[in-house]
């Protein structure tokens, strides 16, 4: 795969998606976060917290905001093609469901994962979340409408030697397609959501944090930075 630099900010960050934009929060000046977007142009702009608010979740944020203990940019973000958008942290172990108008719809303190935390989440059609365990070296996909784990890749391990996943820190889907980067063996996995089939489809150089595909382009985050990949192949 071949990568091109979109920027120096990466690691303690995440990508979000607006319309037709990326935006990334990034940590890296400690408890006070800076955020940026860039769009088709790949030029990157920095914007403030009710920017990025409304761009990642939309005119509602105000009001969720009201239901969630913190500010919506502390959350891994989540949505649904129906605009139910549902939010965690690791810190809290606690996934909250908005419905499209902002109404709170669901509030589960999760108990899976024998005492790993969540480090993302990401939304399944047509009732379903995978969560990531990285510590667990473990993703999870859970029933939304039983609040049941409904299938697991990894076995809650506190070891961090597996050949297969090893702190997998995100997930993607796109087309029934998840994507699995793990941070500790620079390893891209896809898992086709209907056979469970897993194909590694890359090693990296570097540590590798995030990966998604969006109408501008397809995106990874290592240590040094964002990166656009330009050939797949």
């Not at 920027?7 to 408890?31: H, M, P, R, Y």
């Not at 409304?54 to 605009?83: D, F, M, R």
């Not at 939010?87 to 024998?114: A, H, K, M, P, R």
């Not at 049941?148 to 820190?169: N, R, V």
Request: charged share 25%.
């Amino acid at each position: 795969m071949k990568l091109k630099r979109i920027t120096d900010i990466g690691g303690t960050g995440k990508l979000d998606f607006g319309q037709k934009e990326v935006l990334f929060c990034s940590w890296n000046n400690g408890a006070n976060p800076d955020f940026y977007t860039f769009d088709k142009s790949k030029i990157v702009k920095k914007v403030d917290a009710e920017y990025f608010a409304n761009a990642v979740v939309g005119e509602n944020y105000k009001k969720i905001e009201q239901v969630l203990p913190s500010k919506v940019h502390n959350y891994c973000i989540t949505k649904s093609k129906n605009g139910e958008t549902y939010f965690c942290t690791e810190q809290e172990g606690i996934i909250y469901g908005f419905d499209v108008f902002g109404n709170s719809i669901l509030q589960w303190n999760v108990e899976i994962g024998e005492g790993h935390s969540i480090n993302y989440i990401e939304f399944q059609e047509p009732h379903f979340l995978w969560l990531a365990f990285p510590t667990g070296q473990t993703v999870t996909q859970v029933n939304l409408t039983n609040k049941q784990e409904a299938y697991k890749i990894g076995e809650y391990s506190w070891e961090d030697d597996h050949d297969l996943l090893s702190y997998p820190e995100s997930i993607f889907i796109k087309n029934n397609i998840l994507f699995i980067p793990n941070m500790g063996n620079k390893k891209l996995y896809t898992v086709d959501l209907q056979t469970k089939n897993i194909e590694l489809i890359s090693i990296f150089e570097e540590k590798i944090w995030q990966y998604a595909e969006t109408e501008i382009g397809t995106f990874l985050i290592t240590d040094t930075g964002i990166y656009e990949i330009e050939n797949k192949e």
